[in-house]
């Protein structure tokens, strides 16, 4: 029997991969939902290929627009719907929409699958209280597709309490080897191209500010129960390593794959079948040359950030961190504020005294958490204005 299969945020660098796999395996799994923001050109390719039963598109123009044009296929414009659409459990759910705008339809799809795949940091960092408690709930099985967190999550073997400490790798993005000064007159059209992964605008940002090592630090001590000062950061400019585990039995063990995320997709839709995808070879030359170092922190002075944090908090801070961080790159993209400022008005944001005492105040529920973001995002725009007109 095929695999019912949802991919949320399927126009993106993590819906596509999964579809391209999807494609190269059509007996064994059956696409049930799609969605989008507005990329309706790539939508349209996709529902011809793989014949969805229902799609959401959730800009209301382009969802207007699109419906006149498609009757055969039942669209919707928000998340709303799920109730409607799921009468019983599908197999699997990729989880990839970029950003904040993730968090809501994540948690709300978990008790209609008995697998999630959760490719989208910013659930994990906001919500994963919320996320942890429906997961239990409804006996949900979760993977995260990070690369890093797939292999953490991949060498543990689900005993996170065997584990001692966490190395995670970093590329150090496009400007590892440049200098902190150089850096203030980068263009959108540079920091976005990595030199190793192929990714979206926000992530390759994120990578090139290493706001996303900050990130990921923060979701490995929520999905592993572990303490922020056991989780370090090597840079590792071949990302050929993606996480090293050190056991409290004295054993360490490190994985290694292609630069490629269909290699945790793959794994994360076939996790309990033995299938076959196509990869390298051992790179015996990068083995002998893994050139892992620590972080310079004077050179990616966001790592500082992770200071602010404390233990498994899960705290309302962590939501001003990722609001803060999305609208300072969105004004970044758009040339509004320079690479530079993404690092100094995030630090600055972060230590402002309304924000600060977030830091022990836990989220209670889904609204407290769009509440704050929105709130987060329109003070960060107004600094970061105020700002501009003051130079």
């Not at 944090?309 to 961080?325: I, K």
Request: hydrophobic share 40%.
């Amino acid at each position: 029997m095929k695999k019912k299969i949802v991919i949320l945020g399927s126009t993106g660098s993590i819906g596509k991969q999964t579809l391209e796999i999807v494609k190269n395996n059509k007996k064994k799994f059956n696409i049930i939902l799609l969605s989008t923001n507005e990329n309706i050109s790539e939508i349209s390719k996709q529902i011809k290929i793989f014949k969805p039963k229902y799609l959401i598109i959730t800009n209301y123009k382009k969802f207007n627009f699109f419906k006149k044009k498609n009757k055969k296929i039942k669209i919707f414009n928000n998340y709303d719907c799920f109730k409607k659409v799921f009468s019983k459990k599908v197999d699997y759910v990729m989880s990839s929409i970029s950003g904040f705008e993730g968090l809501q339809p994540t948690i709300e799809i978990i008790k209609h699958t008995k697998l999630i795949a959760i490719a989208n940091k910013e659930s994990i960092i906001c919500g994963w209280s919320l996320i942890h408690k429906e997961l239990m709930k409804n006996k949900t099985k979760f993977i995260p597709i990070d690369s890093e967190h797939f292999s953490i999550w991949s060498l543990s073997n689900n005993k996170y309490e065997d584990i001692d400490e966490i190395y995670i790798t970093a590329s150090g993005g496009p400007f590892l080897n440049k200098t902190r000064k150089s850096l203030k007159f980068v263009k959108p059209v540079h920091a976005i191209k990595h030199p190793r992964w192929s990714m979206g605008k926000k992530i390759s940002i994120d990578s090139a500010t290493m706001v996303n090592k900050v990130f990921e630090i923060i979701e490995a001590s929520k999905i592993f129960n572990l303490s922020i000062k056991k989780i370090k950061i090597l840079s590792h400019p071949d990302s050929y390593v993606h996480a090293i585990v050190k056991f409290k039995n004295g054993l360490t063990k490190i994985l290694i794959h292609d630069t490629n995320m269909k290699v945790p997709i793959f794994n994360s839709l076939f996790s309990s079948e033995s299938e076959v995808i196509y990869s390298e070879n051992l790179d015996i030359k990068k083995l002998n040359n893994l050139n892992l170092n620590k972080i310079n922190l004077k050179q990616f002075p966001a790592l500082k950030i992770i200071n602010l944090f404390s233990f498994n908090n899960n705290s309302l801070l962590e939501t001003v961190l990722v609001s803060a961080n999305d609208e300072l790159v969105d004004l970044f993209l758009k040339n509004k504020i320079n690479f530079l400022d993404i690092t100094k008005k995030l630090t600055t944001i972060l230590s402002l005294k309304e924000f600060k005492i977030l830091r022990t105040k836990k989220a209670n529920n889904l609204a407290q958490i769009i509440r704050l973001n929105r709130y987060v995002r329109l003070k960060t725009k107004a600094l970061c204005v105020k700002s501009i007109h003051n130079v």
